[in-house]
C-alpha cells in the first residue's frame, strides 16, 4: 500500500506522461486534415480517446475482478488499439522533429562551411596581391637607388613595407581562424548525428512504447492498491459450510433493509461483497430456501 503522498506523487508522474501522448496524438490529428475547424474537432476527439485509454485499464481490472469478462477484454483491446495509434503519433512527432534537427544543424554547418571557404579564398587572393604589391614597392625602391634617391628609396621602401606586412599578416590570421573553425565544424557530429538509422528508429519506438506503457501500470497499480479489502477472512474461507453460511448472513442483512417486492439480483450482491458470481448465486440459492426472497421471471426480489 502507498501513503497518500506516495500516491499523488505517482498519479502526478502518471498524468504528465499521459499528457504528452495526448498532446502528441492531438498535434498528429490536427496535421492530418486541412480544414482548420474540422482539424480541431477531430484532435479534441483524439485528445479525449486518449484519456479514455488509459482509464480504460484501472476500469478492465475492475470488471474482471467483478467477473464480467467481456467488457474487460472489450475495454482492453479498445485501449490497445487506442494506444498503437497515439504510440504512432508520438514516434512520428520525435522521429520527425529528430530528422527535422538533424537536416537544420546539417544546413546551417554546410552554409557556414560555405561562407568560410570564400572568405579563405578571399583573404589567400589578398595575400598574393600583397605580395605582388610588396614586389613592385621593391622595385620601385631600387630604381630610386639607381638615380642616386638613396632616402627617398629607403623611406619609400619602409613605410610601404610595413603597412604590407600588417595586411598580409591581418589575412594570415583570418587564414588561420577559418582553418580552426572549419576543423570544429567538420568534426562535429550535431545533435542526433552519430545515431544510425536504425538507433533512431529503435530509440522512438522504445521511448513512444514508455510512454503508453508506463502510465498505464501506474494507474493500473493505484487502482489495485487503492481498492478496499474484499471480504474479511471469515467470509473468503473455501467453500465450506462456514463460508456459504457468512455470505447468507451477509445477504439476509442486506434484503431485510429493503422493501418486500424490492428487486436485487446476483449481480448486486457479487459487486457490493467483491466476490464471484458463483458463491452469489449461492447464497441465494440458500436465501431462497429460507424464504427471505423469491425468485420470478424479472429475477429475485424480496419476499
Known sequence: MHSPTQRVLWMVLAVALAGVTIVSVGMAMF?????????????????????????????ALSMLRLGR?????????????????????????VMSSMLAGRAQHQAIQEQRI?????????????????DAEARSVLEQA??????????????????????LDEQR???RARLEASSQELTALRSQPGKAASLTALQAILLCLGFAAALEIVPALILA???????????????????????????LGELLAIVGKLEPGTRYGTRDFAKALRIGNSRAVAAFGLALERGAIRKTPAGYVVA
Open 169 to 171: 599578416e591581418q589575412a
Open 31 to 59: 496535421a492530418l486534415i486541412d480544414d482548420p475547424r474540422r482539424a480541431g474537432l477531430f484532435a479534441w476527439a483524439a485528445v479525449f480517446l486518449d484519456v479514455f485509454k488509459y482509464l480504460a485499464w484501472p476500469l
Open 114 to 130: 560555405t561562407d568560410i571557404e570564400v572568405a579563405r579564398r578571399d583573404d589567400q587572393a589578398r595575400i598574393a596581391a600583397l
Open 221 to 247: 497499480s493505484l487502482r489495485a492498491s487503492g481498492r478496499a479489502p474484499e471480504l474479511p477472512e471469515q467470509v473468503e474461507e473455501g467453500n465450506g459450510e462456514h463460508g456459504e453460511n457468512a455470505l
Open 69 to 93: 469478462y467481456v467488457i474487460a477484454v472489450l475495454l482492453m483491446g479498445c485501449a490497445l488499439v487506442l494506444g498503437g495509434v497515439s504510440g504512432w503519433a508520438t514516434y512520428d512527432l
Open 142 to 163: 631600387d630604381a630610386l637607388r639607381e638615380r642616386g634617391m638613396a632616402s627617398p628609396a629607403r623611406a619609400l621602401q619602409s613605410s610601404e613595407m610595413r603597412r
